[in-house]
C-alpha cells in the first residue's frame, strides 16, 4: 500500500449507544397560507438524547465519519461490503494489480476543463 493509498471506508459495530440529536422546533402561529396550510414558526433546536441497542459508525479516509442504525441501513448504503482503496490524491479507486496510467493520461485528466468540450463546448451549450 503507498503513501497517499488508503481504506475508504471502515465500519466498526457499536453496543448501547447514547445517540444525540438535533431535532427542530416549530410552534403553530394558528394561521393560514393561501393554500390552507399552517404556517409555523421555528422556535429553535431542542437536543434529545435516546438509547440504540446496537448501531454501525462508519469512518472515511478525510476524517468524517456517520452513524447507521441497523444492518438494513448499513446495506441499503452499501457499506455492508468491503470498501477498497483509495487513492487520496485522486480520489480514484485503487485497483490492485494495475497498470499505473500512463504520464500522457495523467497530464490529460489534470489538465481537462471541468466543462465538457472547453470553450467550444461551452458556447455550443450557449446557442
Same mark, same amino acid.
Given at each position: ?17 447514547? +445517540?444525540?440529536? %438535533?431535532?427542530?422546533?416549530? /410552534?403553530?402561529? &394558528?394561521?393560514? !397560507? ?38 438494513? +441501513?448499513?446495506? %441499503?448504503?452499501?457499506?455492508? /461490503?468491503?470498501? &477498497?482503496?483509495? !487513492? ?40
Amino acid at each position: 500500500m503507498a503513501a497517499n493509498e488508503r481504506r475508504s471506508y471502515e465500519v466498526e459495530r457499536v453496543d448501547k449507544h447514547t +445517540l444525540v440529536e %438535533q431535532v427542530a422546533q416549530f /410552534e403553530d402561529t &394558528g394561521e393560514k !397560507d393561501k393554500r390552507g396550510r399552517p404556517i409555523n414558526r421555528f422556535i429553535g433546536f431542542k437536543t434529545e438524547k435516546r438509547e440504540v441497542e446496537d448501531g454501525y459508525m462508519v469512518y472515511f479516509p478525510r476524517g468524517h465519519s456517520i452513524y447507521i442504525e441497523n444492518a438494513d +441501513l448499513l446495506k %441499503q448504503f452499501h457499506f455492508d /461490503e468491503e470498501g &477498497g482503496l483509495v !487513492d487520496m490524491d485522486t480520489g480514484m479507486p485503487v485497483v490492485p494489480n494495475a497498470q499505473p496510467p500512463s504520464l500522457k493520461d495523467v497530464v490529460a485528466r489534470a489538465t481537462q476543463p471541468s466543462r465538457g468540450g472547453g470553450v467550444e463546448g461551452t458556447i455550443a451549450e450557449l446557442e
